[in-house]
């Protein structure tokens, strides 16, 4: 599994990746896109494509503040989920985190618009 950090936002690997960040969150759970064209910019973000064979299976997000990073949007591509995919990808993030802490947001199932 390979994470390919995202600077271009004209790449390719950004038009997939965008693509899954769109249809994986709710808008008030993520960025409109001239926002994280900004965002990308900023050196503490991180904004990678995950790669599985040679295809683009899905995205992480994370800020690097040094001593701990905060992992804001992690997805895998819709026909991909629930079949392994997302495991494999934390347990290979959290080997490169190594002694930092990652400290990551979780939204709980919501109805009606309010988490339970």
């Given at each position: 599994?390979?994470?390919?950090?995202?600077?271009?936002?004209?790449?390719?690997?950004?038009?997939?990746v965008?693509?899954?960040?769109?249809?994986?969150?709710?808008?008030?759970?993520?960025?409109?896109?001239?926002?994280?064209?900004?965002v990308?910019?900023?050196?503490?973000?991180?904004?990678?494509?995950?790669i599985?064979?040679?295809?683009?299976?899905?995205?992480?997000?994370?800020?690097?503040?040094?001593?701990?990073?905060?992992?804001?949007?992690?997805?895998?591509?819709?026909?991909?989920?629930?079949?392994?995919?997302?495991t494999?990808l934390?347990?290979?993030?959290?080997?490169?985190?190594?002694?930092?802490?990652?400290?990551?947001?979780?939204?709980?199932p919501?109805?009606?618009?309010?988490?339970?």
């Open positions: 599994m390979e994470f390919r950090k995202i600077k271009d936002t004209n790449s390719k690997d950004f038009k997939k965008w693509n899954i960040y769109e249809s994986s969150f709710p808008d008030d759970e993520k960025r409109d896109l001239e926002s994280q064209k900004e990308i910019k900023h050196p503490s973000n991180n904004f990678y494509a995950i599985e064979e040679g295809e683009t299976i899905g995205l992480f997000e994370e800020w690097d503040f040094g001593d701990f990073i905060f992992g804001e949007h992690v997805a895998i591509r819709e026909d991909l989920r629930n079949k392994g995919f997302g494999k934390f347990k290979e993030y959290l080997k490169r985190c190594g002694e930092r802490i990652f400290v990551g947001e979780v939204e709980g919501k109805e009606g618009g309010i988490a339970k």
